[in-house]
T-cell receptor, first 113, second 112 residues
């Protein structure tokens, strides 16, 4: 079974803090993704990575950065958290080749106060 | 510009009846479509998919229909069960990076 884990299920941070969200997958997948999910907006892609040290901006990268130093680990960084970054953050992964299905972690509910 | 649209934010269906969830898309380059199911406080889980070379795919109680000329797909759940109550997302893909374009989701409520 594919397993994608995220470092925290719930997180509360103050405005201006630096926030790290970690994601680890155990299926040797090349591609990893960070999304945020907000009611009525579906899943919006923040960043994705198709290889170690490679990253591509998604639809809403502003205010975020990412790091992929190892194949299994993809980190999302909020340099200076703001209240409009309060959201559910979802990490996903999939393999190269004809495998469109993405496997998701349980999500991190981040609240910025 | 939303390329994948789920126009019904919510849908309520009696247990045992058919649930039909709809999804429209605008990009004719999409060649693969997926449905995901999401419970509160959990990540989405894959349900069923369809390639653009097909018009129907079935898996147990779940069937997805694709109408390319209308740029429309639908998910049928028969019979609907209480455990089907969740948010359903439609997603589409058109490129080799395997990125998915997501709809806003439809909340399905199955009434006993």
């Amino acid at each position: 079974d594919v397993k994608v884990t995220q470092s925290s299920r719930y997180l509360v941070k103050r405005t201006g803090e630096k926030v790290f969200l970690e994601c680890v997958q155990d299926m040797d997948h090349e591609n990893m993704f960070w999304y945020r999910q907000d009611p009525g907006l579906g899943l919006r892609l923040i960043y994705f990575s198709y290889d170690v040290k490679m990253k591509e901006k998604g639809d809403i990268p502003e205010g975020y950065s990412v790091s992929r130093e190892k194949k299994e680990r993809f980190s999302l960084i909020l340099e200076s958290a703001s209240t409009n970054q309060t959201s559910m953050y979802l990490c996903a992964s999939n393999g190269q080749g004809k495998d469109y299905e993405q496997y998701f972690g349980p999500g991190t509910r981040l609240t910025v106060t | 510009d939303q390329q994948v649209k789920q126009n019904s934010p919510s849908l309520s269906v009696q247990e045992g009846r058919i649930s039909i969830l709809n999804c429209d898309y605008t990009n004719s380059m999409f060649d693969y479509f997926l449905w995901y199911k999401k419970y509160p406080a959990e990540g989405p889980t894959f349900l069923i998919s369809i390639s653009s070379i097909k018009d129907k795919n079935e898996d147990g109680r779940f069937t997805v229909f694709l109408n390319k000329s209308a740029k429309h797909l639908s998910l049928h759940i028969v019979p609907s069960q209480p455990g089907d109550s969740a948010v359903y997302f439609c997603a589409a893909s058109a490129n080799s990076n395997y990125q998915l374009i997501w709809g806003a989701g439809t909340k399905l409520i199955i009434k006993p």
